[in-house]
């Protein structure tokens, strides 16, 4: 996999289907740089989180087409697609059948009901909720503030929580006068409670405060037909100890081998094995249990898998991920580059380069990508007592960030059991953005990427030097920081795009990097100085050289191709 390249983007990132994309690849003989399209789960049904709440893993056929798949083939292009282990959408057929029958259905024990999760482990709440034992609960890693659980009320009007470790939301719909018979006698109070409630649906304001209401008897009734009229979406957690799971994983293999997918992205799957008195996040030894089934199922279909986790570079998760048999991605590399180039230090990327190289990790690596920018990843840990050091220190770290945010990032973060944040999980922004819209730097950060060790994944925006979408943030609303770094492209847009010279050096760059067999050989990794490295890749008497300088920002690439010498500058 060290020679080759990965193109990654939504089906719908350049025009207004996997049609456009493939046309954009065909008119710019882009099927010579990319050995890969990851395409990201909009490919699927679904409903959320563009894309990662899926429904089923049919193809999307607004987006798609078996005719689109069959022309990438045309093109000797592979696929990279997403399987989403942890959890599935509210409108997944599973789901919806679990709530028109409720214990007759036959997926009753596909998803994890919250209560009977952690019943005899915890106290039941007045709002019919069980809190789990505090020794517990402060073993969960939340994602959301407050407990992940999702509330659903079932066709007879009972409601119930389940266990909803990532998105959610609830849009409450109006609601008609006759809605209310067999609660209010009277039709002006039907008519009057009914205007109520939708006003203040319409106004966004707390339906739990509407003072009408709350002087009525029948308030509880009330509201349980408002949430019975609800719109749920949510990505709802399966429960891996139920064999229909597997199943289903099985049929979503084949599904995913028969659209051409060779390697397949396990996306939160450290969340799936849940045990009471246990973390919710790589549980070992469970985690490795399940994920060790999955690889047998995925052997049979000539699937290599790529585990999908973020965790601090001082816990050492990547190199056991590694140890285990695994691609791993290099998260770590997209905070580094942007250290050295903005700090003028290239030490915490030599330390990483030089760790790749020794033990021999199959990684692949990205600058920007659908997701925000990881820097968490960094950081250390203490582990037994003892302190890992990270890649960066912590202020250092928080100066990267802060120099993102100032630039208009966004931040993102999680929460620990307590509710309390932990910022630095990501910083959403596009690359050239948090390169300081500087094309040199993007130039630069391309080109040390591409002769990092690993297979290199280019997001499709980076390519047009795509910047903060400040515009799409505010259309997504509340949890749409992610959309900055999603800007779909029209036709027009790329027939502009691809004249550029950055577009242009970054393709003649990315040409070089999947053509060349010296890739698969040996990298040598120099650093004569803080400012300046030197790649050399070897493979046999062929050879590949980067040498840069972080203050200028000037490289040089020379190679050797079918017994010729080439040597080009950049940013000169």
Known sequence: ?????????????????????????????????????????????????????????????????????????????????????????VASPQFQDLLQRGDTSVYKDFFIDWNSFWKNNGTLEADGIIQPKKEYLEKLFMRKDGLPILEVYFQDGSKRPYWNTFYQKITFNKILPSDLDGILDSEAEKRHISKTVNDTIESDKNIHEIESLNNLGSRNEILKIIYQKSTYLGQMDLNAQSELVWDFYQDCLKKITFYGCTILRLDAFAYLHKSVGE?????????????????????????????EIHAEYGSKTHEEVSNKGYMIYDFFLPGLIIYSIEYGNNNPLVKWIR????????????????????????KGKEIDGVYQEGLLSDNQIEEVVELILNRGGKIKNIFDAKGKKISYYQVNATYYSALGESEKKML??????????????????????????????????????????RTNLSLDDITSGVEAQIFKKQMKLISLRNRLNVFNGKLTLKNPDNNKLIFTWKLSDDFAKLELDLLSLIFCVSYSENGKLYREVFNA
């Open 444 to 485: 630069l950060a391309r080109a040390i990427q591409l002769f990092v060790p690993g297979t290199p994944q280019v997001w499709y925006l980076d390519l047009f030097t795509g910047k903060n979408d400040y515009n799409a943030v505010e259309l997504a609303g509340a949890g749409g920081h992610k959309e900055i770094n």
């Open 355 to 378: 760790e790749l190289i020794e033990k021999k990790y199959e990684t692949i690596n990205m600058l920007g990508c659908h997701d925000g920018i990881p820097v968490l990843d960094l």
């Open 279 to 307: 973390t919710n996040f790589f549980n070992k030894p469970g985690t490795w249990e399940y994920l060790d089934r999955f690889r047998e199922m995925a052997t049979d279909f000539d699937l290599r898998l790529l585990p």
């Open 1 to 89: 996999m060290q020679k080759g390249v990965i193109l990654n983007a939504y089906p719908d990132s350049i025009g207004e289907n996997l049609s456009g994309l493939i046309y954009f690849i065909e008119r710019n003989n882009l099927e010579q740089a990319f050995t890969h399209l990851y395409i990201l789960p909009t490919l699927f049904n679904s409903d959320l989180d563009r894309g990662f709440s899926i429904i089923d893993y049919d193809l999307n056929e607004s987006l798609v087409s078996n005719e689109d798949l069959n022309k990438l083939t045309d093109l000797n292009i592979k696929l990279k697609l997403d399987i989403v282990l942890n959890h599935l959408s």
